[in-house]
């Protein structure tokens, strides 16, 4: 970052934000650098090195040398990761969620955050997650500080921290040099259209990054036009969610120059594209790109405006297409006929498709049962998840026939058979492509194969 850039954030965000997170009177005496004739966050390279030791002991040490309030959460989270370098794990993800429901949580704030990141400095973590915590763009401050010291963290969870355009900024700044970071998530940080054109940019000099996650960031045509037209030539990044975009008018540029990107890039194998306003030119569009695109296997346009003609395109493209295990269509509007469709392919013609969601999709009960012969047939379609579509009799006496019969496992979809009164009817289960990706369950596995199909079959990093 250049020395003007880091002025305009010390004089004009960091100190702002750090009154309002705590009062004056509490704050540690200058703990961030003032602006001046170089960057505040160039490596020091003749710094003492950290201690190890326990991470326990050296939070404590570290708050009671800054005179910074300890945080009870973030303690007692150390003190797990302690125990289980004891019992000699490695390759530890610090999970510092703030919408933990099982333990007393006091969320993390950027003063936190200063402080926890001196803590990582540590062999045995290579990832980080403070989702749903209070950093703000201060907290982003000593992220980006974090990553350009790289250590070995390979996962870094953001999502849902208030963090805005200054600090979406730093963070992709920070990103420009590091070397060892594989998967970064701003799910939720209204970093908006500035902040997405830093991400855009950083995505030409970065070559280590493989998964990046902007969406619901509030990103705007412009940002997303720069991804798609650097994703044309960078071939590092295997996945990008670019969910939710704030788009304006009926034009479908969006969906028009991620397809252009998908004809020309050949590394990237997920691409989630939800909420893009996307209709049946749009999908004609995309399963154009899809005839020449041989590397995506996971296709989201889940939340779209895609109807039953939208249909014909990708049952088409599904007869030659041999590399999409993935795909989400829920919460579109492709009926009956668009069902018919896709079953009509599955059934003669495609054998690599593994995962289906049609999740509320208007669906009535003929074409439920055409997708059923589908499954029966076709077996390499594993999954399929039909909730929230029109189920009569035939439809719930025909699914549980599938998975009586072994041709559906129980948690390969979203429904399951009981009787009452003599009469077969389906119940929801919580399965499905990516039930896990807001929230992770209060008990159980967080990363179920059942929950999270979909990054189960297309495993792109180690996290959802």
Known sequence: M????????????????????????SLPPSPAPTPSARPAWVLAGSSAPEPIGRLQEHYNNLCMAKSQKINPFILLVLQGVDEEIENGLEGITLNIAGNNRLIPVERVTGEDFQILSRVLKNPYINGL????????????YYAAKLLQKQYNLIYLNLMFNDIGPEGGELIANALHKNKILKYLRMTGNKIE???GMFFAAMLQINSSLEKLDLGDCDLEMQSVIAFATVLTQNQNIKGINLNRPILYGEQEESTVHLSHMLKENHCLVELHMSKHGIRNGGIKQLCDALFLNKSLRY?????NKITCDGMVF????LKSNTTLEVIDLSFNRIETAGAK?????????????????????????????ALSQSVKTNLTLSNIY???????????????????MGCLKPDNTDVEPYVVDGRVYLAEVSHGLKKHYYWTPSYGEACSHSANAGFSFVPVGQHL
């Open 299 to 303: 296709l989201d346009v889940s939340c």
């Open 2 to 25: 250049t020395t003007r850039s880091l002025s305009r954030w010390g004089q004009r965000s960091m100190w702002r934000n750090r009154e309002a997170v705590a009062p004056a009177e």
């Open 129 to 140: 997650d403070v989702r749903y915590n209070l950093l703000s763009d201060v907290g982003a």
């Open 193 to 195: 259209n500035e902040g």
């Open 386 to 404: 039909i909730w929230g579509n029109k189920f009569d009799e035939a439809t719930c006496v025909e699914y549980s026939e599938l998975i009586q």
């Open 341 to 369: 469709y896709l079953s009509e392919t599955l059934i003669s013609h495609n054998r690599s498709l593994k995962a289906l969601s049609v999740v509320s999709n208007n669906i009535e009960g003929e074409g439920l049962i």
């Open 314 to 317: 990708l049952a088409d493209v």
